[in-house]
């Protein structure tokens, strides 16, 4: 699987969008995108997932360069709850065999008043 | 509801006891998943399983056994021959598919 860049931590102000960045220059054709966040102490939650198109649910929007050497993960009005450490994964889909995911140490967000 | 049961939350073990956490999912996910991780570090992959009776290790499998005798239940035995134990132990299972993991709650392992 492709290796993630992010930074280690970010900040931003309650209401504001949070934009958060991760390079993945060497992603293969068939690999994916996904954004999962863990808060302290808690398992990781599955945020979105892409491949080529910009994708947008209820949690957040997932922007992904034409190229798609890097994404933009973008929480729209973040709040206080959305304090937790994101981690930035590109793998293969789950095709039938186990795709393991590759966790790095993922961009602290420190959301503040 | 669907989802990923670990238990129990916290562990207590004096040093040289084997010890089994427990992870059981009743989302019908064909895959299931092991991870340790450590204060302030990533997620590291113990073991895996794609299907019953299967399974196979993962970049720290040494010192830990798991099985797989049914669909929904992936036990992690964490063995005396692992030497550092105490971590946050962490279960996750996934259909086939482009799918994200859905993840327990995790278990926090404390060996005395």
């Known amino acids: 699987d492709a290796k993630t860049t992010q930074p280690p931590s970010m900040d931003c102000a309650e209401g504001r969008a949070a934009n958060l960045p991760c390079n993945h220059s060497?992603?293969?054709?068939?690999?994916?995108v996904y954004w999962y966040r863990q808060i302290h102490s808690q398992g990781p939650q599955y945020i979105i997932h892409g491949l080529k198109n910009n994708e947008t649910n209820e949690m957040a929007s997932l922007i992904i360069t034409e190229d798609r050497k890097s994404s933009t993960l973008i929480l729209p009005h973040a709040t206080l709850r959305d304090t937790a450490v994101y981690y930035c994964i590109v793998r293969v889909a789950n095709t039938g065999t186990a795709s393991k995911l590759t966790f790095g140490t993922g961009t602290r967000l420190q959301v503040t008043l | 509801d669907g989802g990923i049961t670990q238990s129990p939350k916290y562990l207590f073990r004096k040093e040289g006891q084997n010890v089994t956490l427990s992870c059981e999912q009743n989302l019908n996910h064909d895959a299931m998943y092991w991870y340790r991780q450590d204060p302030g570090q990533g997620l590291r992959l113990i073991y895996y399983?794609?299907?019953?009776?299967?399974?196979q290790k993962g970049d720290i499998a040494e010192g830990y056994s798991v099985s797989r005798e049914k669909k929904e239940s992936f036990p992690l035995t964490v063995t005396s021959a692992q030497k550092n134990p105490t971590a946050f132990y962490l279960c996750?299972?996934?259909?086939?598919?482009?799918?994200?993991?859905?993840f327990g709650s995790g278990t926090r392992l404390t060996v005395v």
């Open positions: 399983s794609q299907i019953v009776n299967d399974f």
């Open positions: 060497t992603i293969s054709g068939n690999e994916y």
């Open positions: 996750a299972s996934s259909m086939q598919g482009p799918y994200g993991y859905t």
